[in-house]
T-cell receptor, first 113, second 116 residues
Framework: AQKVTQAQTEISVVEKEDVTLDCVYE???????LFWYKQPPSGELVFLIR??????QNEISGRYSWNFQKSTSSFNFTITASQVVDSAVYFC??????????FGKGTKLTVNP | DAGVIQSPRHEVTEMGQEVTLRCKLI?????LFWYRQTMMRGLELLIY????????DSGMPEDRFSAKMPNASFSTLKIQPSEPRDSAVYFC??????????????FGEGSRLTVL
């Protein structure tokens, strides 16, 4: 079974600051995926990224980047030059062979102008 | 393309009443997930289906909850009788398949249930 820990319950930053959201996961599967989802105040869950456990290369997409460290079972998410529109709850979720996503408690990010 | 469609968006009911939440999958998707979100417990997976067959219902809280997929594109989650502790946002999500090359889960906008 998968388990995920997002130790930061809430983070508050000022616009243009960089911010890193931590995610530590546990899984017994040798092959798995890792996901990040965003839940803005409107409530819907928006897919951000999916990473395969075999691919440890860091990924960058615009202001977003992800650091996958298999040795420490971490999949951290960094937002560079944060904006007010980044304010949301962010969820990390591992997905093993059973396909179901197990979500963490989420980190609530508030970006203040 | 239409996304996952859930109805109703909001439901307020009284304890003891039956509640039915509905979900229409994205065309071509064959896996369906029901999640519940509360402040206390976060996002919990209740049940998921693949090709209309329930694969894992270990998250269903108790016998008052039941879920069905009468066809490949539609699902219902029923609570009978409802209780105040069932108040939550219920999300439906769909994806393309059960194998490791699956894509992401696509979520509906959620159904906010309040049981008085």
């Amino acid at each position: 079974a998968q388990k995920v820990t997002q130790a930061q319950t809430e983070i508050s930053v000022v616009e243009k600051e960089d911010v890193t959201l931590d995610c530590v996961y546990e899984t017994r599967d040798t092959t798995y995926y890792l996901f990040w989802y965003k839940q803005p105040p409107s409530g819907e869950l928006v897919f951000l990224i999916r990473r395969n456990s075999f691919d440890e290369q860091n990924e960058i997409s615009g202001r977003y980047s992800w650091n996958f460290q298999k040795s420490t079972s971490s999949f951290n998410f960094t937002i560079t030059a944060s904006q007010v529109v980044d304010s949301a709850v962010y969820f990390c979720a591992p997905q093993g062979g059973s396909e179901k996503l197990v979500f963490g408690k989420g980190t609530k990010l508030t970006v203040n102008p | 393309d239409a996304g996952v469609i859930q109805s109703p968006r909001h439901e307020v009911t009284e304890m003891g009443q039956e509640v039915t939440l509905r979900c229409k999958l994205i065309s071509g998707h064959n896996s369906l997930f029901w999640y519940r979100q509360t402040m206390m417990r976060g996002l919990e997976l209740l049940i998921y289906f693949n090709n209309n067959v329930p694969i894992d219902d270990s998250g269903m809280p108790e016998d008052r909850f039941s879920a069905k997929m009468p066809n490949a594109s539609f699902s219902t989650l029923k609570i009978q009788p409802s209780e105040p502790r069932d108040s939550a946002v219920y999300f439906c999500a769909s994806s393309q398949g059960l194998r490791m090359n699956t894509g992401e889960l696509f979520f509906g906008e959620g159904s906010r249930l309040t049981v008085l």
